[in-house]
Structures are given as structure tokens and as C-alpha cells.
């Protein structure tokens, strides 16, 4: 099982940028996908979820109306289209995959929102 995430980076304020997962090795198509993150000194929080359709999603308060999340469940790949970034939305960004007690993540990709 693998969930590789791609697309990180330094970006400045207002910026945009599009975090990719690509899942193997499960059937990507009957998993909830979400996207967490990591900020020094802070719990992991959920940013977005998806699910196992593509037609139900949920987002922390701070990121509705910014970030976007998708799937492509002919390429195994879920998406994070984050837009009008701010400086605290810097943190490690983790893909996680879950149906009942199956849980895998990513290894993360840093987003770093800075002038």
C-alpha cells in the first residue's frame, strides 16, 4: 500500500497550489480520502474529506470557500486545490485513506505560505 503525495512548496500570500496523492496497492474507489495537516507545535488537523464517490465533502471552517478537494477514481489519485493561501495554512500536509477500521497516510509534503 502506498499513498504518495506531490505538490508542496514555498508559496506567497494569496498564492495557490494543487497537492496530488496517488494511492496504491487497496481499492482506492470504496475509501474515504482526506487531507490532514501538521503545523510545528500542533495537533494534526483534518483539512478536507472526500467521499468514496466523490459526491460528499467536508472542510475545516478556516479552509471553506479556499481549498477544493477531488478525486479521480479511474487514476487513483485524490487532489487539494488550495487557493488565496495564508501564512498559518504552512504545515505538513498528510493524504489519509479510511474504510472502517483500515487506515492508511501518506508521508506528507510541506506547504510553507510565506512572503
Known amino acids: 500500500v502506498q499513498l504518495v503525495e506531490s505538490g508542496g512548496g514555498l508559496v506567497q500570500p494569496g498564492g495557490s497550489l494543487r497537492l496530488s496523492c496517488a494511492a496504491s496497492?487497496?481499492?482506492?474507489?470504496?475509501?474515504?480520502m482526506s487531507w490532514y495537516r501538521q503545523a510545528p507545535g500542533k495537533e494534526r488537523e483534518l483539512v478536507a474529506g472526500i467521499a468514496s464517490d466523490g459526491v460528499t465533502t467536508n472542510y475545516l471552517d478556516s479552509v471553506k470557500g479556499r481549498f477544493t478537494i477531488s478525486r479521480d477514481n479511474f487514476k487513483n489519485t485524490v487532489f487539494l486545490q488550495m487557493n488565496s493561501l495564508k501564512p498559518e495554512d504552512t504545515a505538513i500536509y498528510y493524504c489519509r485513506a479510511v474504510r472502517a477500521s483500515i487506515r492508511y497516510w501518506g508521508q506528507g509534503t510541506q506547504v510553507t505560505v510565506s512572503s
Open positions: 496497492g487497496f481499492t482506492f474507489d470504496t475509501f474515504v
